[in-house]
Each structure stands twice: as structure tokens, then as C-alpha cells.
């Protein structure tokens, strides 16, 4: 039996704020402080926790080398051990045939080695990552070789993660592991912990071949890791021109949580011009609260604002992981920049549930974030049951939603959109255990089209009222942005969205709409999207039929807005921008402006679409703020600029 038994790892990725630093240098221990405050830019690097080369002491503090101490196959004939002859710097490497063999070029059968790596001040970073150098130009013909590296917590040593995945590698190749993705079994985020580094060759049957390969040499082994994880949902408003308002939620304990890290933590904010080079400290930085205010900002010039968590006392010499934030601070003009984003789509929801419901909410509706047919419909049953539309995994519920829920919201009813292909029974799981007292309903049809049905009677019979004179939405259902184009007006009034195949509308979907009560319908799309035929049948059937489409979906996405604004309520005083290459962010984004009947225009991420630039500066006068939905690789900096610079421009 292989010393580790348990094998739960793959290839691990790095982790996305983390910046590998790999240099051969001397063995070293905990570095202890680095950097006292003052300094002029943030840490862009991690802290080095622990490094070695193998070169000075032997063996390195911290690290105990040798035999394997449960070898698959007694005796051992040779185990890790520090060589000269084989290294990627310095004077020596380690390698697993000992330092005594006289022929470095092959090991005996029955090599069996481990270095193990005791990492106590783990318990103290929450994150963390492994970078290591190894070459290994061949490898024995024995039945069961394998160079693996594994870790686990202190407090559990029977739970490994581990790496065997080596190939043959003739030159040195570096491996970077991430000790502290939230997936892994376990994480090292804020728990001491231990790394193995084993190889384990041997032969038992009659006939085989001795194993004499050249086996692994390891070398440059550095620890890095960031003290305080990033803070979270990061925030800029800039209604007052020349200054910009940013808030932030405190960084999670670990990566295993989004609960709030309890340590005191200081918060450091720098700007600076977009594009530029030199970080400014803004004035009131290093500051305990959750939020500052750069007063300092010209007028009408993009910035780049970072924060980062750093620790005091004893940890005033250690930072976190940052977040930064494109916002152009607002100019002699009038127009306000107000950026909803965050690291994914998901977090992105959230940021917009917080600033459509700051004050909570009793009802939440859950749609996969995955995929767009069964939640397309899903912000006219949000504003019809008076909460926002969350996002989620079809397989799990994230965990930063789950924590906004039971933290934040605490709503006593849940509505899950879709059937368990879009929404598992897993996520209605959690919700349960999250959520005990709420009650939970699952809205879902057998297909997309029934789906929409099911969510359009339900926000129909949950709107303050009752179901007279309503207005419908037909679209297509083979695609998402003629359908997001309306969901500020189904936000803003509760009208419900149906879905047609395009050349055809069922009779029951005529049925549908009629028990719902509809006597308008509007048509998003063009004939390409919704056929004249759909039309037609639906002029036999309703008093009220109108179209409104343009060549493309940005062009739809206006002339929907522009009939919202004119005959509906809708106001180009509050505008939110969203691409339109991906539905998520809009479909969010649909139920704040619905809230505040305001207009979502879509654009291209890289250009800014014209007939978005041209809708924006026929209506300036009137528009005083504006929403990106989504980070910058969602609307790209230029867009935002693009969309500032039209917004503000003098008659």
C-alpha cells in the first residue's frame, strides 16, 4: 500500500488573485514583517511564507527529508536525499534515490521517499499557494511508480489532497498548487497544514524489469500566500463632480466562507489615472470603515481605485489579496457613474440586489445563472413578489449567495425558476437547510416555453391587483437579448414574458395568456425573431398587438426603451448599460431598473454599440445617472469612458 491512501486532487489552478513568486533562493523560515506601512503603491506580490533552494542548512527548517516511513515494499533501497548533480540552481537539488548512490543516473528498486514540509503559520493566511521546479528524465519499468504531492490540515491528517499527475520531463518544469481553492479536499485557507512531496517505485512479480529509471528532482520550493482574502462587492458612486464615493464589504474569513473575517483589519485605498503608472494613497486611507470618499478626484477623469486589507499590531506589516474598480469621477456635467459588479456573474446579482433592496426584501427569486430559457421570465415574478432575482449554479448553490440570503435579505419566500435541469434538487436542499421557515416554490414547465408560462401566471397572480389589463411580452425562445430588452418593463409593472418557437405560437400559449389576463401584447424582435404569421394569429386573438425591433439587438433593446419611455413610465433619467453577448448581468440588472423605471440599453463589451451612443446622446439632457451592470470584462473601460464622454457632452 502507498503511504497516502487517499487520493482527491486533480490539477489545481492557480488561484486568480494570487501571483506566483518563484526565486532560487537560500532556505529561509517565516519571513515575519516585510514592508511597514507608508508605502506608496499596494503589494501587488504575496508574502513569501517559506522557501528553500536546499542549499545551507540541511534539511531546510521546517522540512524533515528521508525514507518513506510506510514504503510500499521493505526493504528500501534508496530515498529522497540532497544532491550536487542534479539541481536547477545553486549546488544542489533533491532527489529520491538518497546522496550516497554513485550512479545518479538510475536508483534501485524499492525507492521510496518523502519530504515533508510543516506549515503551522497557514492557520494565519487565507490564501496560499505551492511553487515547485522538478525534472524527471525517465522512470523505472516497475509496476506502480508515482511521484505525487499532497497536503492536509494539521488538525485532520487522515484527509489528503493530492497531485500524482507527473510526466516524464527531460528540463525542469515548474508546478504551481493552489493549498486554498475552496474545492478542495481540504483547503489550507487559514489552517495550518503540511505538504508531502513522495516518490514511490517498486518491483514484485517474477519477470519484471528492475526499476531503474532516473527518477525526480525537486528544487526552488516557495510558499507564498496573502494574509487577508479581498474585500468584497466593491462599489463606486460619483454623483458630486471631482468626487467619487466607494464602499466595500469586509474580506471572508477564508475561502471556505463568505463569512466576515473577524481579525482588525485596516483598509487602503490608491487611485490612479487609467493607464497610468503611479499609485495615489487617497487622503483618509488606511481607515476601519467600509467605506471613503475621494474628494480629490478631478472632474471627468477615469480612475483606477484599489483596496486592499491590511492587518495592525502584529499584521501591520501584512496585506490582503486587492480589488480594483474603473470609475470616471463625475464631471461639470450632471451625470452620476454608479458600477455594480462583482467576480463572477454571481456576485454581480448580488451587488445589484443590494442596491435595488438595501433594506432587504421578503421574497427572492432564484434563476440558473448558466443558462437563459428559464429565467428569462424571472424578473417580472421578482418585482411581482417585491424582491431581486439572484443567480445560481444549477449543480450548487454559490456560496457568497448563500450567505447574501441568511446575512443579508433572510426572506420568508423563495421562488426557484426552472425545473432541475436549470436549478437542482441539490440548490432546493440548501436553500431548505439555509433557509428552514421560508417557503419555497419551484416555478417550471416541461420545456422553456411551458417554463415561461408557469413563471407568467405566477408573477400574474402574485401582482397587488389582480390580473386586469395586462401587458404580455412574446419573444423568441431560441435566443435571450429581444426578451432582456424588456425586463425593465416586466420589472417595472410585473408583465409577464412568453416564449414562441418563432414560427408558431401554440394554442395553449393563446390559452395561457388569456387566463392571465393580457389585453396587450408587445413583440420583441424582429420577423426573423417572431414571424408576421405569429402576429397575425396574435391580432385575432387580442385587442392590442404592437412590434418593437431594430436590425440587431442593440437596435431592439432601443426601441423597446424608447416605447417604454414614451408610453409606459419609463424615464431616461436612470440608464443601465449591459453587453449584450451574455444575459446574466441584465437579467439582474432589469429588476433595479424596473424598480426605479429606468431603461437598460445593451452594447457590444469592446465598442460601444451606435445605436446605444445614439439613444445616449439624444437623451443627455435628461440623464442623470448611469449603471454599468458588470466588471470590465463584461463593458470594457473604453466603453465606459465612451459613454461618459457622450453623456457629458455640451449641446
Not at 60 to 79: D, K
Request: neutral net charge; hydrophobic residues 40%.
Amino acid at each position: 500500500m502507498r503511504s497516502i491512501s487517499r487520493c482527491t486532487g486533480s490539477p489545481v489552478a492557480r488561484f486568480m488573485l494570487v501571483v506566483a513568486l518563484v526565486v532560487p533562493l537560500a532556505v529561509s523560515t517565516f519571513p515575519g514583517p516585510q514592508e511597514a506601512y507608508g508605502t506608496t503603491a499596494p503589494q501587488f506580490a504575496p508574502t513569501t511564507i517559506w522557501e528553500t533552494g536546499f542549499e545551507g542548512t540541511y534539511p531546510p527548517a521546517g522540512m524533515t527529508i528521508g525514507a518513506n516511513p510506510a514504503p510500499s515494499q521493505s526493504p528500501v533501497a534508496a530515498w529522497w536525499g540532497r544532491i550536487t548533480l542534479s539541481k536547477r540552481s545553486g549546488s544542489n537539488g533533491l532527489w529520491c534515490a538518497g546522496n550516497n548512490l554513485a550512479n545518479w543516473s538510475a536508483y534501485p528498486s524499492k525507492t521510496s521517499g518523502r519530504a515533508a514540509l510543516s506549515l503551522p503559520q497557514l492557520a494565519d493566511f487565507y490564501s496560499s499557494q505551492l511553487s515547485m521546479w522538478y525534472t524527471m528524465p525517465s522512470r523505472g519499468a516497475a509496476d506502480w511508480p508515482s511521484f505525487l504531492v499532497g497536503w492536509h490540515g494539521t488538525a485532520d491528517p487522515g484527509n489528503w489532497h493530492t497531485y500524482a499527475n507527473f510526466s516524464i520531463a527531460a528540463g525542469w518544469v515548474n508546478r504551481a498548487f493552489d493549498l486554498s481553492k475552496p474545492s478542495n479536499d481540504p483547503s489550507l485557507s487559514r489552517q495550518a497544514g503540511h505538504i508531502i512531496f513522495e516518490f514511490d517505485d517498486r518491483v514484485e512479480g517474477t519477470g519484471q524489469s528492475p526499476a531503474t529509471g532516473r527518477g525526480p528532482t525537486i528544487d526552488d520550493i516557495s510558499v507564498t500566500g496573502y494574509r487577508f482574502g479581498p474585500v468584497r462587492s466593491v462599489q463606486a458612486v460619483s454623483n458630486v463632480p471631482g468626487r467619487v464615493d466607494l464602499s466595500w464589504v469586509k474580506p471572508a474569513a477564508s475561502t471556505a466562507t463568505t463569512s466576515d473575517d473577524t481579525r482588525t483589519i485596516v483598509y487602503r485605498v490608491w487611485r490612479r489615472p487609467l493607464g497610468g503608472s503611479t499609485w495615489t494613497q487617497i487622503p483618509g486611507s488606511h481607515t476601519s470603515a467600509l467605506s471613503l470618499s475621494d474628494t480629490t478626484a478631478v472632474a471627468g477623469t477615469t480612475y483606477t481605485y484599489l483596496v486592499q486589507p491590511w492587518g495592525t499590531g502584529a499584521d501591520a506589516n501584512f496585506w490582503g489579496a486587492h480589488q480594483a474598480l474603473n470609475v470616471t469621477a463625475a464631471g461639470a456635467g450632471k451625470v452620476s457613474v454608479v458600477a455594480l459588479a462583482g467576480e463572477n456573474r454571481y456576485d454581480t446579482a448580488i451587488a445589484i440586489a443590494r442596491a435595488a433592496y438595501p433594506a432587504g426584501a421578503g421574497a427572492v427569486v432564484i434563476a440558473t445563472g448558466q443558462n437563459w430559457p428559464d429565467a428569462l421570465g424571472a424578473s417580472a415574478l421578482a418585482r411581482a413578489v417585491g424582491g431581486p432575482l439572484l443567480l445560481t449554479r444549477t449543480a450548487e448553490l454559490p456560496q457568497a449567495v448563500l450567505d447574501y440570503l441568511t446575512g443579508e435579505i433572510r426572506p420568508s419566500r423563495v421562488f426557484v425558476v426552472g425545473g432541475e435541469g436549470a436549478v437542482s434538487a441539490r440548490v432546493v436542499e440548501q436553500l431548505a437547510s439555509a433557509l428552514p421557515t421560508a417557503t419555497r416554490v419551484r416555478v417550471a414547465g416541461i420545456d422553456r416555453i411551458k417554463t415561461a408560462e408557469a413563471v407568467a401566471a405566477r408573477a400574474v397572480a402574485e401582482r397587488v391587483g389582480g390580473p386586469t389589463d395586462v401587458t404580455a411580452f412574446v419573444a423568441t425562445a431560441h435566443n435571450y437579448p429581444d426578451a432582456l430588452a424588456a425586463s425593465p418593463l416586466a420589472a417595472a409593472h410585473a408583465w409577464p414574458l412568453y416564449l414562441t418557437p418563432g414560427t408558431s405560437i401554440a394554442d395553449e400559449t393563446i390559452v395561457a395568456m388569456k387566463a392571465a389576463g393580457v389585453t396587450r401584447v408587445v413583440i420583441t424582435g424582429g420577423i426573423g425573431a417572431v414571424s408576421p404569421e405569429v402576429e397575425a394569429k396574435l391580432r385575432l386573438e387580442f385587442p392590442s398587438v404592437l412590434r418593437r425591433h431594430g436590425v440587431n439587438r442593440y437596435e431592439t433593446a432601443v426601441s423597446v426603451a424608447q416605447w417604454g419611455v414614451a408610453e409606459v413610465g419609463l424615464s431616461w433619467e436612470r440608464v443601465a448599460i449591459a453587453t449584450g453577448v451574455s444575459f446574466p448581468d441584465a437579467l439582474a440588472g432589469g429588476v433595479l431598473q424596473g424598480r426605479d423605471r429606468g431603461v437598460l440599453l445593451l452594447t457590444d463589451p469592446l465598442v460601444l454599440s451606435d445605436p446605444t451612443k445614439d439613444v445616449l446622446g439624444a437623451n443627455r439632457m435628461t440623464t442623470t445617472a448611469v449603471r454599468f451592470l458588470g466588471g470590465t470584462g463584461a463593458i470594457s473601460q473604453s466603453v465606459r469612458e465612451e459613454v461618459m464622454r457622450v453623456l457629458n457632452e455640451p449641446l
